[in-house]
């Protein structure tokens, strides 16, 4: 009914570049916050970078501010994470998430998020 598609993962080198999407279909969720989540082996899924409905109010991980930004193209049903200065330490299956069901202000807690995409793999080589 409602399927999110990441894209745009893959192998680069430390310092690098990636820019990663995810299209939504089957609901236009426009008007819903969005969020970027990632997982590496071995440990827990953890926020990433989260987004208002709007686009306007953008919120990141310590681990990520400065090197991550996080956009949106409503009329597409799309968002974006653009990622520079990768590190190793960003490897990881990164995952775009919809806040469709929940309300309040908590935006980088799993649990918030009613839909998931499969993920795509970034790798990123010393």
């Known amino acids: 009914q409602v399927q999110l598609v990441e894209s745009g993962g893959g192998l680069v080198q430390a310092g690098g570049s990636l820019r990663l999407s995810c299209a939504t279909s089957g609901r236009t969720f426009s008007r819903y916050p969005m969020g970027w989540f990632r997982q590496a082996p071995g440990k827990e899924r953890e926020f990433v970078a989260a987004i208002s409905w709007s686009g306007g109010n953008r919120r990141y991980a310590d681990s990520v501010k400065g090197r991550f930004s996080i956009s949106k193209d409503n009329a597409k049903s799309t968002m974006y994470l653009q990622m520079n200065s990768l590190k190793p330490e960003d490897t990881a299956v990164y995952y775009c998430?919809?806040?469709?069901?929940?309300?309040?202000?908590?935006?980088?807690?799993?649990?918030?998020?009613?839909?998931w995409g499969q993920g795509t793999q970034v790798t990123v080589s010393s």
């Open positions: 998430a919809v806040k469709a069901y929940t309300y309040g202000d908590t935006y980088d807690e799993t649990n918030e998020y009613d839909y």
